[in-house]
């Protein structure tokens, strides 16, 4: 199957500091990539879909000021926390669906993220 | 939109014994559904979906899962459950379209019991 990386795979940072997270897709392209958020013990929680070349679509909630995300390249997507608090400390996901072939969404590994 | 309900927040079930994890789902359009497994600390792994054909679908590791359109449900099914299959079930739902986004449920944590 087709695979999607993520960098780092956790991170420790200070409180106040931006910190960002690559999504890839090694062995395909995709038009769209989302982010997921998962805080322990419960659900993910869409945050945002990635649009190459065009602005990002952010869920009811989610502040697009904090949650910088970009969409470079076709296979390439990264969220910035700006200003992380504790708060923020949760373990990030992406997922992206090949622009060919079938309907399957490739999750990425997840990102650690923790907050001090 | 899409919604997803797992019914229960914990299965326990004795080791070798069958489980049935229960999933129902919302949408005023077509859906394709899908189970995710996450075993501790780590990241997602597909069990199986469902996106048209038989309604019955075989997944990995032994699951199954039954799409029941009348009843809006997607249960997911072992016969004998291991050790190892300790770990958090997610079902999910989406649209039909390539980019749809993926809705999750709460998830169900599966206890195997010696």
């Not at chain 1, 940072?13 to 931006?18: A, R």
């Not at chain 2, 770990?87 to 998830?107: L, P, Q």
Request: glycine share 6%; aromatic share 12%; proline share 5%.
């Amino acid at each position: 199957g087709a695979v999607v990386s993520q960098h780092p795979s956790w991170v420790i940072c200070k409180s106040g500091t931006s910190v960002k997270i690559e999504c890839r897709s090694l062995d395909f392209q995709a038009t769209t990539m989302f982010w997921y958020r998962q805080f322990p013990k419960q659900s993910l929680m869409l945050m945002a879909t990635s649009n190459e070349g065009s602005k990002a679509t952010y869920e009811q909630g989610v502040e697009k000021d904090k949650f910088l995300i970009n969409h470079a390249s076709l296979t390439l997507s990264t969220l910035t926390v700006t200003s992380a608090h504790p708060e923020d400390s949760s373990f990030y996901i992406c997922s992206a669906p090949p622009m060919k072939g079938g309907n399957e969404q490739f999750f990425g590994p997840g990102t650690r993220l923790t907050v001090l | 939109a899409q919604s997803v309900t797992q019914l229960d927040s914990q299965v326990p079930v004795f080791e070798e014994a069958p489980v049935e994890l229960r999933c129902n789902y919302s949408s005023s359009v077509s859906v394709y559904l899908f189970w995710y497994v996450q075993y501790p600390n780590q990241g997602l792994q597909l069990l199986l979906k469902y996106l048209s054909g038989s309604t019955l679908v075989k997944g990995i590791n032994g699951f199954e899962a039954e799409f029941n359109k009348s009843q809006t449900s997607f249960h997911l099914r072992k016969p004998s459950v291991h050790i190892s299959d300790t770990a958090e079930y997610f079902c999910a739902v989406s649209g039909t379209n390539r980019d749809d986004k993926i809705i999750f449920g709460k998830g169900t944590r599966l206890h195997i019991l010696p």
